[in-house]
């Protein structure tokens, strides 16, 4: 298979019934007032970017009225507002804003996914959905392998699923098992050579608002993941 296919099959994934539930709810009945007019996605995710990319970006999850609405990973809300302005700054995107499906961004170098495809409720999966949904990033690692440079996680989630889905596809992972930080480190060893595995604090409001995650701190780790790269 391919990328492209990968993507198509997951688009139409209806595994996780209380997800499934939330976003057809969220893109029929339950639509931000500001969005009322637009069409909502209401389906699952696929990864968004340069499928030759050597750097791949491993969010959390898409937000209800942000990917869930526009179809693309982190598209349409504050935090893909501020994510794409700093891939803007650091060279990745053509735009240094996206609101819309139709807007014309594109990315050069880097692919965004994350480890749950369909909006949680209060953005939060369950222990049981995301391990229902490892292993779609498990066959996009794996078809993304030759290329794969660096992963960069937003948030600890994501951190945790690259690791097991790197254990789960035999790549070497260092013992003790790597901890999440902002600016953690840790190298993964794939048959097609290492990939460095990158830790930054989501660009979620709750960082972003309280100056946890400031704008210079995300610039210097997009430059880590472009030198890495
Ligand atoms: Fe399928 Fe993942 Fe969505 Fe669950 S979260 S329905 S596994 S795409």
């Known amino acids: 298979g391919t990328i492209d296919e990968l993507d198509a099959r997951i688009s139409v994934c209806r595994a996780c019934p209380r997800l499934v539930a939330w976003r057809e709810e969220v893109a029929t009945t339950g639509r931000r007032r500001s969005f009322a007019q637009e069409p909502y996605w209401g389906r699952p995710v696929p990864a968004f970017g340069d499928v030759d990319a050597t750097r791949l970006i491993v969010g959390l999850a898409p937000a209800a009225n942000g990917a869930n609405r526009t179809g693309r990973m982190f598209t349409g809300d504050r935090s893909g507002d501020w994510l794409f302005a700093a891939l803007h700054r650091a060279g990745f995107a053509n735009q240094p804003s996206s609101m819309s499906a139709g807007d014309g961004l594109q990315l050069r170098g880097i692919r965004i996914t994350a480890p749950v495809r369909c909006a949680p409720p209060a953005n939060k999966p369950t222990t049981a959905e995301k391990a229902t949904c490892a292993p779609w990033l498990e066959r996009e690692l794996q078809l993304s392998a030759d290329t794969l440079r660096v992963i960069l996680t937003l948030g600890g989630i994501g951190w945790d699923t690259t690791i097991s889905t790197a254990r789960t596809l035999g790549w070497e992972v260092p013992r003790p098992k790597p901890k999440f930080g902002h600016g953690a480190r840790a190298t993964l060893l794939t048959p ?21 995650l400031t704008e210079s701190m995300l610039d210097d780790v997009l430059a880590l993941v472009r030198e890495l790269g």
């Open 192 to 212: 097609n050579g290492p990939v460095e595995l990158v830790g930054c604090y989501h660009v979620s409001q709750q960082n972003t608002f309280t100056g946890r």
